[in-house]
């Protein structure tokens, strides 16, 4: 008997039950940890916009300054902060600090509003450790408050909250919210706390009763599926058909080193799926870049090993007159971003400023509003889909500036050259040499760009949007690219091949690529623009 839709509501129902039990009891109501115990509540008392709301803007809009700049799509958070528990929180008990985070939005600036107690040491600050003067009464030098790598979270330092000690966080935020992920959400861990690192987020006895109903429901309504399921599942069920996807080989992907991360995330399902398959992603010996593995796969493909064995990740479509015999074949939309060292101290670059940095108008990044430091240029070689995709969609009809560099930091290659400017073969080597640099700039796919493997790079605003899959489809965000696997011909029918080529259009493909930041081909229409 095939048990598993049966099993599945039965297991939610018992859950749902359980959770409704402890929510009664108060045993599931955050907050409830007995003493003596470290314990921080946060509660959000306010979260909300600035400014006209979207249904009157036509009529008046307000517009919100900071230090002289408008916030874009500004909002404001109240959060709260106390010592719940009954014990005293000192620095040495916090191994990890209180975080908050923001639903997607960026944060514009942090004040310590109102407070009952201010710890020793507790100042506001951003990542350019700048202290506010409003601040500044009887504190000792001491850490400060951080905005986060990126700009999108809020790091506490380490404080000391005695019992009942409180303290209210006033945060300006911009940018639209992602509704698909939660609001203020806040993330610790102590020495010596009960459940959930001993930091609690605050609840009304109205969201208690919510709790509560929310778990009954759930038990209830999934109670009812396995009744439903119990009487329409037949009794026996044959057996999975063998996967059509599952074809004993071995094939290489070679390109783009942009894209190669989603594809070698997708090829590992497949050969957890299927032991017999063997997927290689860039192996070593393989060429790199979009355009040079499409002219590899161009001369070589005449070979039927070659031919039958071969993919190409292209950053976009390559010249179709310059390899007639190969065939695209589109999977997704990569979105890439524009990358700085944070020294330079700028958050978002328009598309005529850009062009003006690769074409040497400006040279230093004081010139657009950030610190009195030179500009280095890392740019990608021209076998490179990226460096395509960005000259086409942000330098548009305007040529770069010749290479003038080797090393990234001095103008090696042309003598008294005031701009530097280097290429680097592939994104990893890129996003290290901006990290490195104070003052570099360049650009990489969006999730290779907020890896944390590079602390010290930040990313680009283009003309105050982010790089959202969701700015994309709308056609706000222009950065982006259709990303090709290539073929040399039509793969031939029960291939390896040809059933890689479709299991990229699988549901669990489709996982994969949105959790590396792309859009699938079937989600969105601009494949086929």
């Known amino acids: 008997m095939h048990l598993l839709p049966v099993l599945i509501p039965l297991v939610a129902a018992f859950i749902g039950m359980i959770g409704a039990i402890l929510s009664v009891l108060g045993f599931a109501r955050p907050g409830r940890i007995p003493r003596p115990r470290r314990l921080v509540n946060y509660r959000v008392h306010y979260d909300d916009w600035l400014g006209a709301r979207p249904d009157i803007k036509g009529v008046a809009e307000l517009v919100v300054r900071r230090k002289g700049q408008d916030v874009p799509d500004a909002s404001l958070a109240m959060i709260r902060i106390s010592n719940e528990g009954g014990l005293d929180i000192a620095k040495e008990h916090w191994v990890m600090p209180i975080n908050f985070t923001f639903d997607g939005r960026d944060v514009v ?100 009763a919510l709790y509560t109903f929310g778990w009954t429901g759930f038990a209830l309504i999934s109670l009812a599926a396995a009744i439903l399921a119990i009487l329409v599942v037949k009794p026996f069920s ?9 074809v004993p080989g071995n094939i290489a992907v070679e390109g783009s080193t942009a894209f190669a991360p989603s594809v070698e995330g997708i090829a590992q399902r497949l050969e957890r799926a299927c032991s017999s398959a063997t997927v290689q992603t860039n192996p070593g010996g393989s060429t790199i870049g979009s355009v040079g593995a499409a002219a590899a796969l161009q001369d070589s493909g005449s070979s039927a090993s070659v031919r039958g064995t071969h993919l190409v990740m292209s950053d976009g479509q390559v010249n179709p007159a310059a390899y007639p015999s190969l065939v695209p074949h589109p999977v997704a939309i990569v979105i890439f971003r524009v990358v700085v060292n944070r020294a330079a101290k700028v958050s978002s670059l328009t598309r005529d400023q850009l062009v003006g940095i690769w074409t040497g108008r400006y040279t230093n990044w004081r010139q657009l509003g950030g610190a009195d430091l030179h500009i280095d240029i890392v740019s990608r070689t021209t076998d490179s889909g990226t460096r395509a995709t960005f000259d086409h969609k942000i330098l548009g009809s305007t040529t770069e500036i010749a290479q003038s560099s080797d090393t990234c930091t001095s103008p090696d290659l042309i003598s008294g050259d005031p701009v530097i400017r280097c290429e680097k073969s592939s994104t990893g080597q890129l996003l290290t040499a901006v990290n490195l640099i104070p003052g570099a700039i360049g650009y990489a796919d969006s999730a290779a760009a907020t890896s944390p493997a590079y602390p010290n790079i930040d990313q680009i605003q283009l003309g105050g949007r982010d790089a959202s899959p969701q700015l994309v489809n709308n056609g706000q965000y222009p950065f982006w690219a259709v990303e090709y696997l290539y073929t040399y011909g039509k793969p031939a029918p029960g291939s390896l091949l040809s059933a890689f080529l479709g299991y990229m259009a699988t549901d669990t493909a489709a996982s994969v690529l949105e959790s590396k930041g792309d859009i699938p081909c079937g989600l969105t229409t601009l494949c086929a623009a």
């Open 109 to 208: 600036g942090v004040e310590v509003s109102d407070t009952d107690h201010v710890p020793p040491g507790l100042l506001t600050g951003d990542q350019e450790q700048e202290r506010l003067d409003n601040f500044g009464g009887g504190l000792s030098e001491g850490q400060t408050i951080q905005i986060s790598k990126g700009k999108k979270a809020l790091a506490l330092p380490r404080i000391e909250l005695n019992r009942k000690d409180r303290i209210r966080l006033l945060v300006l935020l911009s940018g639209p919210r992602d509704h698909l992920r939660p609001g203020v959400e806040g993330d610790a861990y102590i020495k010596g706390a009960g459940r959930r690192g001993g930091l609690v987020r605050e609840v009304t006895p109205k969201r208690e």
């Open 238 to 246: 044959s057996a999975p058909p063998v996967a059509t996807y599952c």
